[in-house]
Every structure is written in structure tokens, then in C-alpha cells.
T-cell receptor
Framework: GQSLEQPSEVTAVEGAIVQINCTYQ??????LSWYQQHDGGAPTFLSYNALDGLEETGRFSSFLSRSDSYGYLLLQELQMKDSASYFCAVPHTGGFKTIFGAGTRLFVKA | NAGVTQTPKFQVLKTGQSMTLQCAQDMNHEYMSWYRQDPGMGLRLIHYSVGAGITDQGEVPNGYNVSRSTTEDFPLRLLSAAPSQTSVYFC???????????FGPGTRLTVL
């Protein structure tokens, strides 16, 4: 079956760096995506890794290790507005379906 | 571009009623999908479509029907609403597939 595991909560201080991990188990691997969701809002696409390594987009970076079935989202120079839930997601079953993790709630403190 | 739009934003139904949640996108995306999100949980795939006339089931399809007569529209129909269908429903679209999806604002549904 398909499953993803990520921590339920992470707390960090404004200006700091935080890493949110995701381990996955899927039948056929197509890549790892990350989404951000603020309370009451819709998920917003952040990044997608199909190959091993680090992808950087501004303050956010995402890493993938296919041999370890593991990835992480790295948020730098944390701001209060980064307080949100972060979901990892993997396509499976021919790449047409997606399973989402339960989400990591990030609290950024002043 | 309006992106992905959903109507209504809020809906209250009684058990046994039927209704259709509307979803439209103006980005000419071939891939569209419906998810439900329950409190404190991730999103679960209900149905998806890879193009007009083509739909398939996701993880939790029971109690829901979809159709895709045009590229733009992907409505979700609740056949006979049950309290277990109380949830937030998100529609999403993508030009590539499920790896890079753009979500609508959601419909908050309560079934009494």
C-alpha cells in the first residue's frame, strides 16, 4: 500500500531554519511534492522533486533521496506568515493518483 | 485568469439530499481532481480526470459521482448526503498530472 509519514507539529523561532521530514512508501515512485495550507485556506503548491537532490525556490528548499524513500522541506529565515500546515504528497498508481501525508503544523514564534 | 473556482463556498444539507459541487478552471489543464479534507487530516482523493470524457476513482469514491464533459468543468455530485460526508471539498487542476496541482478555495459542506 501507499503511506507517508511526517511529524504532526514543529515549532521554530522567527528568523530560524526549520526542516520538515517526510518518509514514504508507494508502489511505483514518480516524485515528491510539497504543499502549504494556512488555516481556512486552500493548499498551495510549493515544490516537486522527481530526482535526488536539492531544489531551491527562494526561502524554501526541498530535498529528495529515492534510495532512502525520504524527503524534506527546508524553510529558511522563518517569518510569522510561514505558520501553516505543510503536506508532502506522492503520485502513485501509474502516476495519476496522489496520496497526501497527514500534514505538519508549523508554529513560528516571535 | 481566475484559476480554479468552486461554488458554493458553504453548504448545509439534510441527510438524503443530493447536490452538485461546481468546479471550473480557465488554465486549459487536462488533469482535474476532487479531494476531501477532514479536521486534522490530509487530503483524500475522491475522483480524478485526465481529460474531457475520462474519469476514474480515487481512494474514497463511494457516495460521489463525477463527469467531465468539457476541459473547463469538473462537477462533483453527492448522490444521497450522509453526515459522514461533512467535510471541506477541494477541487484541483494541473497541466502535468497530480504532482503539481493548483487548488480552488474549497467548499465547506455540513450534512445534518
Amino acid at each position: 500500500g501507499q503511506s507517508l509519514e511526517q511529524p504532526s507539529e514543529v515549532t521554530a523561532v522567527e528568523g530560524a531554519i526549520v526542516q520538515i521530514n517526510c518518509t514514504y512508501q508507494t508502489s511505483g515512485f514518480y516524485g515528491l511534492s510539497w504543499y502549504q495550507q494556512h488555516d481556512g485556506g486552500a493548499p498551495t503548491f510549493l515544490s516537486y522533486n522527481a530526482l535526488d537532490g536539492l531544489e531551491e525556490t527562494g526561502r524554501f528548499s526541498s530535498f529528495l533521496s529515492r534510495s532512502d524513500s525520504y524527503g524534506y522541506l527546508l524553510l529558511q529565515e522563518l517569518q510569522m506568515k510561514d505558520s501553516a500546515s505543510y503536506f508532502c504528497a506522492v503520485p502513485h498508481t501509474g502516476g495519476f493518483k496522489t496520496i497526501f501525508g497527514a500534514g505538519t503544523r508549523l508554529f513560528v514564534k516571535a | 485568469n481566475a484559476g480554479v473556482t468552486q461554488t458554493p463556498k458553504f453548504q448545509v444539507l439534510k441527510t438524503g439530499q443530493s447536490m452538485t459541487l461546481q468546479c471550473a478552471q480557465d488554465m486549459n489543464h487536462e488533469y482535474m481532481s476532487w479531494y476531501r479534507q477532514d479536521p486534522g487530516m490530509g487530503l483524500r482523493l475522491i475522483h480524478y480526470s485526465v481529460g474531457a470524457g475520462i474519469t476514474d476513482q480515487g481512494e474514497v469514491p463511494n457516495g460521489y459521482n463525477v463527469s467531465r464533459s468539457t476541459t473547463e468543468d469538473f462537477p462533483l455530485r453527492l448522490l444521497s448526503a450522509a453526515p459522514s460526508q461533512t467535510s471541506v471539498y477541494f477541487c484541483a487542476s494541473s497541466s502535468r498530472g497530480p504532482d503539481t496541482q493548483y487548488f480552488g478555495p474549497g467548499t465547506r459542506l455540513t450534512v445534518l
